[in-house]
T-cell receptor, first 111, second 115 residues
């Protein structure tokens, strides 16, 4: 899987948008970008994924640059419950059903 | 639809013992993967089962094994426990596990403490 680089930690004020960046400069054309988050000691929670188009669901938006070398997860109105570790994963097609989790970004939402 | 369930949620064992953890996937999901999470190594893939067969395996010693039943429920077993096996063990399920756009859904995990 392509390696991803994320900042180790970020803060965000409650009610503001949280923008979490991810670099995946070695991504190939057939690799999807997935985002999960993990609240302390719980199982990772799926957030969103995309290939090359921007995606939006009820939880977040995913913005992927045109060259696909980076992406940004946007939580539009962060709440205290969004405090978690966020993982950006680039998954290769047809390489088995395993996700390679990096170290992620620890997001703290501040009241 | 019910999510992935794992039992037990917490477990304390001593060195040398063996342990079995259980995972029930989301209804209709046939692929079950197991991960180990430790503070030092993060989330690491253990193995994946599909149709009662191990399809992928991570880089773990043979003390770690698993199986899957015809109803897709899965168990993993760790024999001769070591202190370093203390971790959060996570199970994830997906429909078929064949397509890279197929999402994995994780259970709450089993926290194992080896004394």
């Amino acid at each position: 899987d392509a390696k991803t680089t994320q900042p180790p930690s970020m803060d965000c004020a409650e009610g503001r948008a949280a923008n979490l960046p991810c670099n995946h400069s070695t991504i190939s054309g057939n690799e999807y970008v997935y985002w999960y988050r993990q609240i302390h000691s719980q199982g990772p929670q799926y957030i969103i994924h995309g290939l090359k188009n921007n995606e939006t669901n009820e939880m977040a938006s995913l913005i992927i640059t045109e060259d696909r070398k980076s992406s940004t997860l946007i939580l539009p109105h962060a709440t205290l419950r969004d405090t978690a570790v966020y993982y950006c994963i680039v998954r290769v097609r047809n390489t088995g059903n395993q996700f390679y989790f990096g170290t992620g970004t620890s997001l703290t939402v501040i009241p | 639809k019910a999510g992935v369930t794992q039992t037990p949620r917490y477990l304390i064992k001593t060195r040398g013992q063996q342990v079995t953890l259980s995972c029930s996937p989301i209804s209709g999901h046939r692929s079950v993967s197991w991960y180990q999470q430790t503070p030092g190594q993060g989330l690491q893939f253990l193995f994946e089962y599909f149709s009662e067969t191990q399809r992928n395996k991570g880089n773990f010693p043979g003390r770690f094994s698993g199986r899957q039943f015809s109803n897709s429920r899965s168990e993993m077993n760790v024999s001769t426990l070591e202190l370093g096996d203390s971790a959060l063990y996570l199970c994830a399920s997906s429909l078929e596990g064949r397509l890279v756009e197929e999402t994995q859904y994780f259970g709450p995990g089993t926290r194992l403490l080896v004394l």
